[in-house]
């Protein structure tokens, strides 16, 4: 949050500022105020307050403390101007320490700019925040007074906070409360109008607040002077780190734009959620041929190599049955005509052409079997046999001539 300020304004620029120019102007401990580069909690800086009642016009200019010391504080304790330098809008009307405040004790505080850090890895680049026409910033703020042991009373103030406008989100996701016209300032000035002053607690949008970065010795409340907001060149990876949250901006309003002109259906949405969160399912080939053949895509798109025309390109073989037409018809023709039929469409049982086919493979068969019979009969009348001479049969009961017998006759 808005923790280092620069305010070398004077303390009769103080109420000009603020937007209060011809209002009655009083001023109190403005000797305690100076000039600084480098404002932090615990300095002394110039507060616009209302002066008087609510009927009153006028305004004090009152020199008090960075770093609210509530007045229910106890005396004995040591003030810590770190602890309340900020008050967050959206709960200053619950705690304790600011809601009793909000009723009288709403004050205005002027500055030149302020500081802020942004994260670059182990190290802290500041940047200053200012209006581009150098005018003064106003902030609103939250005044009290304490009292320690010794009786001496302490006026401190807290800087009111919101959430950072759209432009500095990339560097904090805060920002003071800007009061930016005089409309705004009366608002949360006039005390009449308590019902009122949440209306300014808001963030600054306008593109006139700009910013640049400046040295990080500024980070030591002790380094003081011009050098403090003297801008210096980034290096090329914070430049692009900014670069970065800004185009994905831009992405984020395109992509916004393009919802409203063709907003989805909740369905679809919810689809498209569902998709990214769930693994990648594999492509169902048959309902993209389905659609492609519905709306006529897959004309256009280019077909794949059909193996049937490749097939008619090829040389035909020869065609047995169409030879066979030529020629006669004979008791052969027929068959090898059968059994090119059978061959070329894969006759069934029962087909006629496969009955055929069967007889003309049994016809076949029974022709080779008696071809091979007759040869063997033909092989074995060729043989020489030894002629045996005929002589008178013997009955059954002879006793058949043994091998000795039979060569012993002779």
């Given at each position: 949050m808005c923790g280092r300020a620069q305010c070398?304004?004077?303390?009769?620029?103080?109420?000009?500022?603020?937007?209060?120019?011809?209002?009655?102007?009083?001023?109190?401990?403005?000797?305690?105020?100076?000039?600084?580069?480098?404002?932090?909690?615990?300095?002394?800086?110039?507060?616009?307050?209302?002066?008087?009642?609510?009927?009153?016009?006028?305004?004090?200019?009152?020199?008090?403390?960075?770093?609210?010391?509530?007045?229910?504080?106890?005396?004995?304790?040591?003030?810590?101007?770190?602890?309340?330098?900020?008050?967050?809008?959206?709960?200053?009307?619950?705690?304790?320490?600011?809601?009793?405040?909000?009723?009288?004790?709403?004050?205005?505080?002027?500055?030149?700019?302020?500081?802020?850090?942004?994260?670059?890895?182990?190290?802290?680049?500041?940047?200053?925040?200012?209006?581009?026409?150098?005018?003064?910033?106003?902030?609103?703020?939250?005044?009290?007074?304490?009292?320690?042991?010794?009786?001496?009373?302490?006026?401190?103030?807290?800087?009111?906070?919101?959430?950072?406008?759209?432009?500095?989100?990339?560097?904090?996701?805060?920002?003071?409360?800007?009061?930016?016209?005089?409309?705004?300032?009366?608002?949360?000035?006039?005390?009449?109008?308590?019902?009122?002053?949440?209306?300014?607690?808001?963030?600054?949008?306008?593109?006139?607040?700009?910013?640049?970065?400046?040295?990080?010795?500024?980070?030591?409340?002790?380094?003081?002077?011009?050098?403090?907001?003297?801008?210096?060149?980034?290096?090329?990876?914070?430049?692009?780190?900014?670069?970065?949250?800004?185009?994905?901006?831009?992405?984020?309003?395109?992509?916004?734009?393009?919802?409203?002109?063709?907003?989805?259906?909740?369905?679809?949405?919810?689809?498209?959620?569902?998709?990214?969160?769930?693994?990648?399912?594999?492509?169902?080939?048959?309902?993209?041929?389905?659609?492609?053949?519905?709306?006529?895509?897959?004309?256009?798109?280019?077909?794949?190599?059909?193996?049937?025309?490749?097939?008619?390109?090829?040389?035909?073989?020869?065609?047995?049955?169409?030879?066979?037409?030529?020629?006669?018809?004979?008791?052969?023709?027929?068959?090898?005509?059968?059994?090119?039929?059978?061959?070329n469409n894969d006759p069934e049982p029962g087909?006629?052409?496969?009955?055929?086919?069967?007889?003309?493979?049994?016809?076949?068969?029974?022709?080779?079997?008696?071809?091979?019979?007759?040869?063997?009969?033909?092989?074995?009348?060729?043989?020489?046999?030894?002629?045996?001479?005929?002589?008178?049969?013997?009955?059954?009961?002879?006793?058949?001539?043994?091998?000795?017998?039979?060569?012993?006759?002779?």
């Amino acid at each position: 949050m808005c923790g280092r300020a620069q305010c070398t304004l004077r303390a009769d620029d103080i109420p000009r500022a603020c937007h209060r120019n011809n209002a009655p102007v009083r001023f109190l401990n403005t000797d305690r105020y100076r000039p600084s580069y480098n404002v932090s909690p615990g300095w002394n800086l110039s507060v616009v307050r209302r002066d008087g009642g609510a009927e009153s016009e006028g305004v004090v200019v009152h020199c008090m403390k960075w770093g609210l010391i509530p007045s229910f504080t106890k005396k004995s304790e040591k003030p810590d101007f770190y602890k309340m330098f900020n008050a967050r809008s959206e709960s200053i009307s619950e705690k304790a320490s600011f809601r009793r405040l909000l009723p009288k004790n709403r004050c205005l505080i002027a500055v030149e700019g302020f500081y802020e850090w942004k994260k670059h890895g182990s190290k802290k680049q500041p940047y200053y925040i200012h209006f581009k026409d150098g005018r003064p910033l106003v902030f609103a703020a939250l005044y009290d007074s304490w009292e320690n042991s010794e009786g001496e009373i302490l006026d401190t103030f807290t800087i009111v906070t919101t959430s950072s406008s759209s432009r500095l989100r990339w560097l904090h996701d805060r920002m003071p409360v800007i009061l930016a016209d005089k409309a705004s300032t009366d608002t949360w000035l006039n005390i009449s109008s308590t019902p009122k002053f949440d209306s300014v607690l808001k963030p600054y949008e306008k593109d006139d607040l700009v910013w640049y970065p400046v040295t990080p010795a500024m980070g030591k409340p002790s380094f003081d002077g011009p050098e403090c907001i003297k801008e210096i060149p980034l290096k090329k990876e914070e430049k692009n780190q900014i670069l970065k949250f800004f185009s994905t901006k831009e992405s984020r309003k395109e992509g916004s734009k393009r919802h409203e002109e063709n907003p989805l259906d909740e369905s679809v949405k919810t689809g498209f959620q569902k998709n990214l969160k769930e693994e990648p399912e594999t492509e169902d080939f048959t309902e993209n041929l389905k659609e492609e053949l519905q709306t006529g895509n897959l004309k256009e798109e280019p077909q794949t190599e059909d193996p049937a025309e490749n097939l008619k390109e090829e040389p035909k073989t020869e065609d047995l049955t169409e030879n066979l037409k030529e020629e006669p018809e004979t008791e052969d023709n027929r068959e090898i005509l059968s059994l090119t039929k059978m061959e070329n469409n894969d006759p069934e049982p029962g087909d006629s052409i496969y009955e055929g086919a069967v007889k003309v493979e049994k016809k076949r068969d029974r022709e080779e079997l008696l071809a091979d019979q007759k040869s063997v009969v033909d092989k074995v009348e060729s043989r020489p046999w030894p002629v045996k001479k005929k002589g008178k049969l013997k009955s059954t009961d002879d006793k058949q001539p043994t091998l000795l017998s039979y060569f012993g006759k002779k």
